[in-house]
């Protein structure tokens, strides 16, 4: 009986100590899965530890949103502002993922239950980024009209490091690249000047070189037809003159008024006396952009093909 207990007691430590071994390489497997990678960003210059293959992402920038779409990502996220969310974007309506506010009024509160490993923001909730910070490792994915291209292809690569879908976003840019330089040769041999306007409630204002829309000039190289307008995020204020005196060959019409679900203000600018004789109206030349991938989204790899084939589409009108 003395030896039958001692056998029993010896048998149950072997199982204990296994289980501790065997717990010790589980943990240490799972540490090895949570790579950290340091991504510098725009509200964070020495960098934020982002855990690699995050699980949970909340999103509040649709340009970063479209880019874990296109490289098949959708299923990590958690959460969105579902408000105003563009017409291809419109999947993420699901019940699949949380409404976590909108891009101006984030509900803190829906995101810190979510948990999220992730949260992306950009400008419109840059303000809030340490209130973010508190609830998740949060980076600043938004784009810099004064250098669009380099700072678009820098947060699809930052996307790409953090999931390891870096050849993937290789692959994609290569396309875009192609892309628009085909665009910037039609550009160059029609050598037809462009204004980009955007109609809010009956005001025009006007996005020149280096400016919120200047892509349409700086990347796609259509000439701007004035080139003093100064750069900004809202755009120069301009009057229904100032278009017929410019008298542009091609102008572009974004429409905040649809972008936010209001009212088309669009015709009322576009279609009236004031302008009629401008060569891009008499010559069928006004090209109507989507004015929710331009005004809300743009800067990841699904909206930057649908803003190319856009402007391809309109310069061949």
Request: proline share 3%; hydrophobic share 35%.
């Amino acid at each position: 009986m003395k030896k039958f207990a001692i056998l029993f007691i010896a048998l149950v430590t072997a199982v204990v100590i296994s289980a501790c071994g065997n717990q010790s390489s589980s943990s240490k497997g799972s540490d090895a899965k949570k790579e950290q990678i340091t991504v510098k960003h725009q509200l964070d210059k020495n960098g934020t530890k982002v855990t690699k293959n995050p699980k949970k992402v909340v999103v509040f920038d649709f340009g970063s949103l479209d880019t874990l779409d296109k490289l098949g990502l959708d299923d990590k996220v958690a959460g969105l502002p579902k408000q105003a969310l563009p017409n291809y974007l419109s999947k993420f309506k699901g019940d699949k993922y949380a409404d976590v506010g909108s891009l101006k009024e984030p509900d803190f509160e829906k995101v810190a239950d979510l948990d999220p490993d992730l949260i992306i923001i950009s400008g419109r909730q840059s303000e809030s980024y340490k209130e973010f910070s508190k609830i998740a490792p949060t980076i600043y994915l938004g784009v810099d009209t004064a250098k669009y291209m380099e700072s678009f292809k820098s947060d699809a690569q930052t996307i790409g490091k953090i999931f390891d879908k870096e050849d993937e976003v290789k692959d994609e840019l290569a396309t875009i690249d192609n892309s628009i330089s085909d665009l910037k040769k039609k550009a160059e041999k029609l050598n037809k000047n462009g204004l980009v306007i955007m109609a809010n409630d009956g005001k025009i204002s006007a996005f020149g070189s280096k400016s919120r829309y200047g892509l349409i000039h700086d990347v796609f190289g259509v000439t701007p037809a004035d080139k003093n307008i100064k750069a900004s995020t809202h755009g120069q204020s301009v009057s229904y003159e100032y278009i017929s005196k410019t008298n542009p060959d091609y102008l572009f019409v974004i429409d905040r008024g649809t972008a936010i679900g209001e009212t088309s203000s669009t015709k009322q600018v576009v279609e009236n006396d004031y302008v009629k004789n401008v060569n891009a109206v008499k010559n069928d030349h006004v090209v109507y952009l989507d004015s929710a991938t331009w005004y809300l989204s743009g800067g990841g790899l699904e909206s930057m093909t649908q803003m190319i084939k856009e402007v391809k589409d309109g310069l061949e009108k």
